[in-house]
């Protein structure tokens, strides 16, 4: 079946613009995260949702980025101001949700470049 | 906080001989270490997984194992081949939360 996948796969923006990253989930999976891998910092989480709310918002890195979850399905990150630390692949992962489900599926990421 | 250590940065075999990947977690609440292998310009593939009630799982070639008291679990790949070769990643999560990532090794198999 389908995998997770998000858009864009590359982004290239200006210093100072806003961005907005887009992950869809494996259809039926309840939860849903966020994770930042770059070459000093390796792979990051930044945010969990169960369904369309986020217990664990502990690893956003500023108060320029947010995340949102619509319909407990798309789910998008959005970065304003953007800085050139930014820049990073942004992976999605999803997982079922259910009692005895630890597993995550990665989707390919974005590629986010700040110029 | 939460911490993994995963070593070596950097492993490389010949095909046909084994490959053994470790990692040493802080938090011993602990309870799910998943592998991932990342192919260039790919996400993160899930290969094998081990629960903390268990201390070996088996899958083909590849076998993972658990020490809960020493904190430490391990990757083996026996029978390398060629298309082994990528960035393996180890992880732990106390909860269905966040993945705490090991910070990859670079496996490269030569023929």
């Known amino acids: 079946g389908a995998g997770v996948s998000q858009s864009p796969s590359n982004k290239v923006t200006e210093k100072g613009k806003d961005v907005e990253l887009r992950c869809d989930p494996i259809s039926g999976h309840t939860a849903l995260y966020w994770y930042r891998q770059s070459l000093g910092q390796g792979l990051e989480f930044l945010i969990y949702f169960q369904g369309n709310s986020a217990p664990d918002k502990s690893g956003l890195p500023s108060d320029r980025f947010s995340a949102e979850r619509t319909g407990g399905s798309v789910s998008t990150l959005t970065i304003q101001r953007t800085q050139q630390e930014d820049s990073a692949v942004y992976l999605c992962a999803s997982s079922p949700g259910g009692a005895d489900s630890y597993e995550q599926y990665f989707g390919p990421g974005t590629r986010l470049t700040v110029t | 906080g939460e911490n993994v250590e995963q070593h070596p940065s950097t492993l490389s075999v010949q095909e046909g001989d084994s490959a053994v990947i470790k990692c040493t977690y802080s938090?011993?609440?602990?309870?799910?270490f998943p592998w991932y292998k990342q192919e260039l310009g790919k996400g993160p593939q899930l290969i094998i997984d081990?629960?903390?009630?268990?201390g070996e799982k088996k899958d083909q070639r590849i076998a993972v194992t658990l020490n809960k008291t020493a904190k430490h679990f391990s990757l083996h790949i026996t029978e390398t081949q060629p298309e082994d070769s990528a960035v393996y990643f180890c992880a732990a999560t106390t909860q269905r939360g966040k993945l705490i990532f090991g910070q990859g090794t670079e496996l490269s198999v030569k023929p």
């Open positions: 938090d011993s609440a602990s309870n799910y």
């Open positions: 081990i629960r903390s009630n268990v």
